[in-house]
């Protein structure tokens, strides 16, 4: 039996149906075709990955902006005895993290708010400063996890930010 292909593309003597004729063609005009696809396809691709790494980095940036702030925040209402100006801040700066921060730094967020708002109504939080700092601590190394990684509070045990109200020099120099 002669091996020949009918009009359905059927080879008569193997039974199985032949797709495409290869000769030089075909293979050239498939050659286009998948350079055409490719050609699409790719910087479609490349496109949508560098716009999510552009979006990612961004969102990062802001993490650590809201961070930053958040920390001057506090800092502004631990030195300047609570203005109703700083506790505006610090209440904007905490609700910008309750946007943006993920749910560890929150949960870090909320232990750290609960504890102060505790102390601030009932002034009778047993062991206040080692409560505050370890709160503290905890929340600064989420925040610091969340935008450097995981390897970036390896040695550190506690974290703390300096308090009070800077002294005034006398006219002559002398505090």
Same mark, same amino acid.
């Given at each position: 039996?002669?091996?020949?292909?009918?009009?359905?593309?059927?080879?008569?003597?193997?039974?199985?149906?032949?797709?495409?004729?290869?000769?030089?063609?075909?293979?050239?005009?498939?050659?286009?075709?998948?350079?055409?696809?490719?050609?699409?396809?790719?910087?479609?691709?490349?496109?949508? *990955?560098?716009? /999510?790494?552009?979006? =990612?980095?961004?969102?990062?940036?802001?993490? +650590?902006? %809201?961070?930053?702030? &958040?920390?001057?925040?506090?800092?502004?209402?631990m030195n300047s005895g609570e203005t109703e100006?700083?506790?505006?801040?610090?209440?904007?700066?905490?609700?910008?993290?309750?946007?943006?921060?993920?749910?560890?730094?929150?949960?870090s967020l909320y232990a750290l708010s609960d *504890?102060?708002? /505790?102390?601030?109504? =009932?002034?009778?939080?047993?062991?206040?400063? +080692?409560? %505050?700092?370890?709160? &503290?601590?905890?929340?600064?190394?989420?925040?610091?996890?969340?935008?450097?990684?995981?390897?970036?509070?390896?040695?550190?045990?506690?974290?703390y930010c300096i308090s009070g109200v800077a002294?005034?020099?006398?006219?002559?120099?002398?505090?």
């Open positions: 039996m002669k091996d020949y292909i009918d009009k359905q593309g059927i080879s008569r003597k193997e039974g199985r149906i032949i797709l495409f004729n290869m000769d030089k063609v075909d293979l050239t005009a498939s050659a286009v075709l998948l350079t055409a696809f490719a050609g699409i396809v790719i910087p479609i691709i490349v496109s949508y *990955l560098e716009r /999510k790494g552009r979006l =990612e980095f961004e969102k990062q940036k802001l993490k +650590e902006q %809201y961070y930053l702030e &958040f920390v001057q925040a506090l800092s502004e209402n100006e700083v506790t505006i801040r610090y209440n904007h700066a905490f609700n910008n993290l309750v946007i943006i921060a993920n749910p560890m730094v929150l949960n *504890l102060i708002i /505790k102390h601030l109504k =009932e002034n009778n939080v047993i062991n206040y400063d +080692e409560k %505050y700092n370890q709160a &503290f601590t905890c929340l600064i190394k989420k925040m610091r996890k969340d935008i450097h990684g995981e390897k970036v509070n390896k040695g550190i045990t506690n974290i002294k005034k020099k006398k006219a002559n120099g002398i505090i």
